[in-house]
């Protein structure tokens, strides 16, 4: 079955320390590959994408992410946490042929001042 | 642009109670669609429609109707509520069909029933 995890509930990081976190998929072919950023009793907002080509994307924010084919992952980096970006961080597949946009369950991150 | 609006913000149901979520975008975007969202589970696709008079159901479909007459407007209906959809409601938007998965969400409605 096709499927996204996201194995880290939570994170905790100090302010100015750098983050990574990580997402699985499982999918037949490469999908298109989201990240999602979800502040406190806020909507989703896009972080950034993947679709082809380089596989190293640039963000808003100052996130990046790369996509590892050989392991089926799409990990989210960023190399010195501001407390603002603490919230909740979805990554997300869609299927090529598909219109579903498929999450996985979410990452918290809690910033240390 | 006001973007994605839902209302209400909150609601409380009783078991059984109908009541309809609302969805409006001033971005005249076609594709829109509603998603649950509860501890644990990220989001989960209810519907979606990719245009004016167009439908289909996402992952968990039941107990839940939509329609989309306009551009502008997708309401979510809940026929007959029950205690498991209690949730936060998402809807979003995105341009069109080629770019569905870059989508604007709202703010929101967080639903309980009882």
């Known amino acids: 079955a096709q499927s996204v995890t996201q194995p880290d509930i939570h994170i905790t990081v100090s302010e100015g320390a750098s983050l990574e976190l990580r997402c699985n998929y499982s999918y037949g072919a490469t999908p298109y590959l989201f990240w999602y950023v979800q502040s406190p009793g806020q909507g989703l907002q896009l972080l950034l994408k993947y679709f082809s080509g380089d596989t190293l994307v640039q963000g808003i924010k100052g996130f990046e992410a790369e996509f590892k084919r050989s392991q089926s992952s799409f990990n989210l980096r960023k190399p010195s946490v501001h407390w603002s970006d603490a919230a909740e961080y979805f990554c997300a597949v869609a299927e090529r042929s598909s219109y579903k946009l498929i999450f996985g369950s979410g990452t918290r991150l809690l910033v240390r001042p | ?114």
């Open chain 2, 1 to 114: 642009n006001a973007g994605v609006t839902q209302t209400p913000k909150f609601q409380v149901l009783k078991t059984g109670q109908s009541m309809t979520l609302q969805c409006a975008q001033d971005m005249n975007h076609e594709y829109m669609s509603w998603y649950r969202q509860d501890p644990g589970m990220g989001l989960r696709l209810i519907h979606y429609s990719v245009g004016a008079g167009i439908t289909d159901q996402g992952e968990v479909p039941n107990g839940y109707n939509v329609s989309r007459s306009t551009t502008e407007d997708f309401p979510l209906r809940l026929l007959s509520a029950a205690p498991s959809q209690t949730s936060v409601y998402f809807c979003a938007s995105s341009i069109n069909r080629a770019s569905h998965y870059e989508q604007y969400f709202g703010p929101g409605t967080r639903l309980t029933v009882t």
